[in-house]
Structure formats: C-alpha cells, structure tokens
C-alpha cells in the first residue's frame, strides 16, 4: 500500500531540511497550481490535512522532489 502526504505533512518535511528554507503549505499549494505536483482530495475519514484537503502518493512526490533538485534520501529518512 503507498504512503499518502498531504501537503500540510510535505510541507513539514521540506522544513526540516538543513538548508533552512521554511515552506508554507500555499508554497506546495503552488506546485498543485502550476501542474507540477498531482493530488487528490483526502477523503473524508482522514483528519489534520490542514488547510488545502489534498494528498499525494510516496512515489510521485519523490519524483517530483527529485526533478526539483531535493536531496530525496535525506527528506524521507
């Protein structure tokens, strides 16, 4: 079964990385504007998304992290 992100948790993540950069869900949000990053609306069950109510799956956020330059291996330790 994949792992889900929504994009208050990719957020977080991205965050945390050492080069000190702070990402707000809007700055994920603008990837899902652009066409960059692919969601879907979290369903209903699922608590604490945030502010936007979408996810994306482990895989196509790695590659999307990936063509972007991040260090993936070190953002899903």
Known sequence: MDKYY????IA????KMKSGRFFTEDSVWG???KGEL?????PPY???????PYWTDEAHLRGVLESKGYDVE???E
Do not use: K, P
């Open 31 to 33: 990837w899902v504007r």
């Open 38 to 42: 692919q969601t879907e609306r979290v």
């Open 12 to 15: 977080r993540m991205l965050s």
């Open 6 to 9: 929504t994009l208050s948790e």
């Open 46 to 52: 699922v608590q604490s998304w945030g502010r936007y």
């Open 74 to 76: 070190s953002i899903f």
